[in-house]
């Protein structure tokens, strides 16, 4: 069987229409305009009936489609844009200085240290073996001091950015939800139910009897 398919209408929501449409048969018997006394169309027959009229139907909603067409091309193109990073996010030299300055604190604390408490076993007296140690203790103090801005700039960086993520992937967009619902609004009231309207009157016969 061939069906029209509208010039506007793309394939990617051939199945939304069709949704459309068997919501309004399915729910037809709650609708006063699809009631009433007369012969009536099969369910069967009106859903091939609209198949083969889409061009007709969707047209009556051409206005509502483009501008949900326009949106989803938009976040479509937004989505596959590349991320750049924030003003606000610091450069990679900065970063690495931030994961060195412990690394390198603590090792010269752990040389100091070690150094010092060797020469001051062999020469107690020694002034050499008292500076070395409390040169140790600065780099060792200068180690945690480090250790603690790096871990409060990761912790910070997890949560300004893993919440916006998370988030942004998981909700929907508002403004093409809006433009879908209304698409589905205007093709449901302007055209698949008028049509279907016009089937079943054309389908009633007439109440005049015939003339003997």
């Known amino acids: 069987m061939h069906m029209n398919v509208a010039p506007h209408l793309l394939t990617e929501d051939r199945a939304e229409y069709e949704r459309v449409l068997d919501d309004a048969l399915r729910t037809a018997q709650e609708r ?8 009536r169309l099969t369910v069967a027959q009106l859903r091939v009936m609209a198949l083969n009229a889409t061009a007709l ?11 949900f067409v326009k949106v989803r091309e938009q976040n479509r193109a937004a989505s596959n844009r590349p991320r750049t990073a924030a003003p606000d996010e610091p450069p990679g030299a900065v970063a690495v200085l931030t994961v060195l300055v412990p690394v390198l604190a603590g090792t010269a604390a752990a040389i100091f240290l070690l150094v010092g408490a060797v020469v001051h076993l062999l020469v107690p007296a020694a002034v050499l073996g008292t500076t070395l140690l409390t040169a140790g203790l600065v780099f ?12 409060a700039g990761l912790l910070l960086t997890a949560l300004r950015n893993s919440p916006a993520e998370v988030s942004g992937a998981a909700a929907p967009d508002d403004e093409l939800t809006r433009a879908r619902a209304a698409w589905r609004q205007a093709l ?11 089937a079943l009157t054309a389908a009633t016969p007439d109440p005049t009897p015939p003339t003997p």
């Open 140 to 151: 060792g103090a200068l180690a945690a001091v480090g250790l603690l801005c790096a871990g």
């Open 32 to 39: 006063p305009e699809l009631t009433g006394p007369g012969a």
């Open 57 to 67: 139907i969707t047209s009556a909603a051409a206005s509502e489609y483009e501008h």
């Open 188 to 198: 449901l009231e302007r055209g698949v139910l008028p049509f279907l309207h016009a």
